[in-house]
């Protein structure tokens, strides 16, 4: 007599037995958070009066306790994104605080920089530290140059030397305020001088496409000192 049987195949039994398994092993990833949304800031410490080395803190975390040198400037630092309360403190000059909003994948530009605030009643001459940011547009094509004041002149005149041109390019850029310079499809080495001196501010050479900063800031002498970096954005005082 035939008789018929329930009894599966050793290999689907096989199956059957490891699915829970892989269904448990399948559990974390389905349950895995997305990655964390993050942006970034920047500082350009340009604070010149005072003593020690500036800090930066954002909401009230102290990001380097060595602190930054004048005319230092950081890269990157990566933060959550969303609002943040930004503080710079040196010692000998009042604290700059500020709120700024990081989106994603954007890095925020801060400079700081400090301001001469005349006595009142009883009150002494002091100087204050400002917070300002630098606001980003979408990519521009080609090669840009970015230059932006802090220093203590109402106006700074400039002069930008390009690879393979005779004569410097007279400019300007008044205090607070940017100037952008167009610098084409291609760009060789760049120096920024001021007017009608022979030593430059800064060389540099753009490797990529996009914009490139330089910001005039004062050093403790008053003389006029410049700091560059690259941003594939273009940016602008805000």
Known sequence: MRTTSNRRPATMR????????LFLAALPLAAQEAPPKVG??????????????AHLEIDGEDQYPKGYKLGQRTGGIGLLAG???????????ETGTTSVTVGVGETVSL??????????????????IKILRLKQRDAESGYRLTVISVNRDPETL???????????????????RTTTIDLGKQAGDIGIFLRNAETPLTLFRPDAAGNYVVVLYDDVDGSVKAVSYYDPKFVIAG
């Open 14 to 21: 096989a199956w059957w037995a490891l699915l829970p398994a």
């Open 40 to 53: 970034f800031i920047r500082l350009i410490n340009a604070v010149a009066p005072g003593t020690g080395n």
């Open 111 to 128: 400079i700081a920089f400090a301001e001469k605030v005349p006595a009142k009643d009883d009150e002494p001459e002091k100087w204050e």
């Open 158 to 176: 400039f002069a930008l030397a390009r690879e393979g041109v005779e004569e410097k390019e007279a400019s300007s850029v008044k205090r607070l």
């Open 83 to 93: 609002s943040k309360k930004v503080t710079v403190k040196r010692d000998g000059a």
